[in-house]
């Protein structure tokens, strides 16, 4: 599903966010991503979902070659992936069913179709009652849900999410990681960004640590060892 | 629409009021011109005849079908009509004899051709006749002023529709800056580029429409004002009351033309911005 080689990406500066970096994901993987703040899992999500071009190095994700797409067809790449953005990037003048169907809007897919899907997922992540309400009135952790709703809405083969959980409780949290197990099983391939080791730890899933622009695979168990690693390296 | 929309309509409206206005009257001057450029009346000017002569030249020109009317103009009638119109000018001149015999008998004949050339040469070949004025003069005369006319009002119009095309351009920029995010999330979840362009494209065509709807009607009322207001002398009066407005077909062709402006205009902006990678070049959003 995704399959990177030699990877990098250098902004301005000049900042080596993603140094050689490979990577491969097989179809209907459940991957978590973990690693220090600032060590470019961001930068690396968007180089997957094409938001932004790498400087140079192979990568493919969901069928297509990133490096050679032509800009007609990024809509249609854009289409099979779903993205959870660190920052939600969710529409202002638009409600939350109105955010949450925008996929499916785009596919121009029949309007009972859309409202029957949007309902049905606003129920899943607990936000049937705020359906009519504006992103705006929305606390932190109700914004993060509807990104996660709009991202998953058009059943995409890639989910790919940057601190899905960052503003939820643990409860919720749970929750959340829960629904993309369900959806893993569908035959979503799920990647997830994040900090909450924990979380990690209390799931039995492949964990690969991104440090210093280099990616690694690592057991659950490990993650403690490496935080005092980190803890270690900062002192 | 916003504000910045409704100050765009007036402005556009006024500026396309201006421009249908010029189309109209030079329309409408070019029809006149197209009336006095083929002249009806013809002057055949006769060498020495008797009254036989006469009488059966008239005869030949009445049974050709391509002459409506025949009218003998002799060298008295002339003069007295010369003096009624001309009073003051002419009278003392005509009386001179000297003069006089430089003036023929003439008749004016009311022309229907379709081939005015040939008419002409068929009449020239009748005998007793000197000469055929069927308004040559006049009508490269008109041919120039038409030719200069259209000339000048297709450049006014060029430099008037550029205008409006900067103004709607300039208004879509805003547009699209305003909505620069909502764009950039459009693009992420997958919209084609011409999905992302459609709304900004029919905003500047409607801007276009609109405005031009309006100066159709301003320009109508403008007219029926003239219509109401001008007919002081009996001359003008006639002028004035066979101006005509556009045509449907032409009010149609207009509005297209003013839509397509609208459209053309904010497509060539927008497909400068919108190629898909908007959002990447816009370094640094993430927190
Ligand atoms: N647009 C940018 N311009 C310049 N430098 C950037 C840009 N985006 C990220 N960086 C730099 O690249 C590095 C990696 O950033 P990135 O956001 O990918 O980290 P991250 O792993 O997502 O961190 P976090 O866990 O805090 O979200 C950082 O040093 C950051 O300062
Ligand atoms: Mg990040």
Known sequence: ?235 | MNRLHWMTTLVLSCLFTIVFSISLMTKNIQAGLQQWGQPRIWTIDLTEATQNQIESLQKKLQENSEIENVRFVSQKNFVESFQQNWASMGSDLLKDPEVLQFIPDSFEITVKSDQPEQLKSKILSYENVLNVDAGEEWRQRYFQISKSLNQFSIGFLAILSLGAFFIIAYVIQGSVQKRQKEIEVLELVGATAFDIRKPFLIEGASLGFISGSIAMLATYALLLLIKQIIPASPMIANAITSIVYFSWIEVTGILLFTSGLGGLSSYLYVQKMNTGWASSKKIGSNP
């Open chain 1, 1 to 235: 599903m995704i399959h990177i080689q030699h990877l990098y990406k250098t902004y301005p500066g000049p900042v080596h966010a993603l140094r050689d970096l490979n990577l491969k994901i097989a179809r209907g993987e459940f991957v978590f991503l973990t690693g220090p703040s600032g060590a470019g899992k961001t930068t690396l999500f968007k180089m997957i979902s094409a938001y932004d071009l790498a400087t140079s190095g192979k990568i493919h994700v969901a069928g297509f070659d990133l490096n050679d797409i032509k800009a007609s067809e990024v809509p249609y790449f854009r289409r099979k992936i779903g993205v959870v953005f660190q920052d939600f990037k969710l529409l202002p003048n638009k409600t939350v069913a109105e955010n949450v169907a925008l996929p499916l809007m785009i596919l121009k897919e029949e309007k009972r179709f859309i409202q029957k899907q949007v309902t049905d997922l606003l129920e899943q992540v607990g936000l049937s009652d705020k359906a009519d309400q504006w992103p705006e009135t929305l606390s932190g952790g109700e914004q993060q849900r509807i990104a996660i709703a709009r991202a998953l809405i058009h059943k995409p083969d890639l989910l790919i999410a940057d601190e899905p959980t960052g503003n939820l409780d643990p409860l919720l949290s749970e929750e959340i990681i829960d629904l993309f197990e369900r959806v893993s099983k569908q035959g979503t391939t799920v990647v997830i960004a994040t900090h909450d080791h924990g979380l990690v730890q209390r799931r039995n899933k492949k964990v690969l640590e991104l440090r210093q622009g280099e990616v690694r695979e690592i057991a659950s168990s490990e993650l403690i060892k490496n935080i005092s690693a980190t803890l270690a390296e900062g002192l």
